[in-house]
């Protein structure tokens, strides 16, 4: 069965750095897309970042230029590289499972587990 699990989470100050990972299995991870979503306290989960088979990648206008998303099909991991974190990017971080159609990612229904992200200021 499809599953993903994402680590690397932890408490920053403002303006550090941290690299989160999301480990796949059990599928043909290369021939996917994944995303990182996140959701903070009260607000709806959002798309991040996505990487697709061919590595093409997509941000949020909030965190270009800060986040850089990555995947190693060898490891069939993909990682988010956020540095310059904000308090504004605390939040729950998931992955996703998903492709893209239309140049545009979408989400199919298998998800982590989560893992916290909190910028102190």
């Known amino acids: 069965q499809v599953q993903l699990v994402e680590s690397g989470g932890g408490l920053v100050q403002a303006g550090g750095s941290l690299r989160l990972s999301c480990a796949a299995s059990g599928y043909t991870f290369s021939i996917y897309a994944i995303g990182w979503y996140r959701q903070a306290p009260g607000k709806q989960r959002e798309l991040v970042a996505a990487?697709?088979?061919?590595?093409?990648?997509d941000y949020a206008d909030s965190v270009k230029g800060r986040f850089t998303i990555s995947r190693d099909n060898a490891k069939n991991t993909v990682y988010l590289q956020m540095s310059s974190l904000k308090p504004e990017d605390t939040a729950v971080y998931y992955c996703n499972q998903g492709g893209y159609y239309g140049g545009a990612y979408y989400s199919n229904d298998y998800w982590g587990q989560g893992t916290q992200v909190t910028v102190s200021s």
């Open positions: 990487v697709g088979s061919r590595g093409n990648t």
